[in-house]
């Protein structure tokens, strides 16, 4: 296959792919709707490897923008406390969740805060899961919620 087949066929698939549905979107569609666009019948074994590389790369390309735009959206929304803790959330004016490292472990913190000397401390009423804990917490919380309804009820 020569360069400017090749241009031509990255550059028709791209555009179908930035203007397509991805989660009804297939190789195969992309490739039909390439091949009445260029008159190239892309089905055949040399191009379709080809296709499929464009399709990889820009899914990858894709992939790798929006990673990096949802890295910069929670940079940019992060706060600390005094003792260098991500704040993941404020339940009420002294209570809130942290996530911290602590001898290596990374926790899930859910505490009170106390004031003193100006400054947010951590009180003793709390919690701190692992990791584990935590995602046996969160596997949990449709039992937690039906539960609580069932009381409230």
């Known amino acids: ?16 792919l930035e203007e397509a549905d991805m ?8 490739r039909q709707i390439a091949s009445k666009k260029l008159e190239l019948d892309l ?3 040399k191009y379709k490897a080809y296709v499929r590389h464009v399709v990889n790369s820009f899914l990858e390309d894709l992939k790798a923008k929006q990673e990096a735009e949802e ?3 929670v940079a940019g929304d992060q706060e600390f406390d005094d003792d260098g803790d ?3 959330c404020r339940l009420s004016d002294k209570r809130r969740v942290t996530i911290q ?5 990374t926790l899930v913190s859910i505490r ?13 009423k709390g919690i701190s899961l692992t990791e584990e804990q935590w995602s046996a917490l969160k596997k ?14």
């Open 101 to 105: 490292d602590f001898r290596g472990k």
């Open 86 to 88: 991500l704040i993941i």
């Open 112 to 124: 009170e805060y106390y004031k003193k000397d100006g400054k947010e401390l951590p009180s003793s």
């Open 140 to 153: 949990n919380i449709p039992n937690i919620e039906k539960a609580v309804r069932k009381m409230e009820s």
């Open 43 to 45: 089905s055949e074994s």
């Open 71 to 73: 890295a910069e959206a």
């Open 23 to 30: 989660n009804q979107m297939t190789e195969y569609k992309i």
């Open 1 to 16: 296959m020569d360069g400017e087949t090749r241009e031509k066929i990255k550059k028709t698939v791209t555009e179908i």
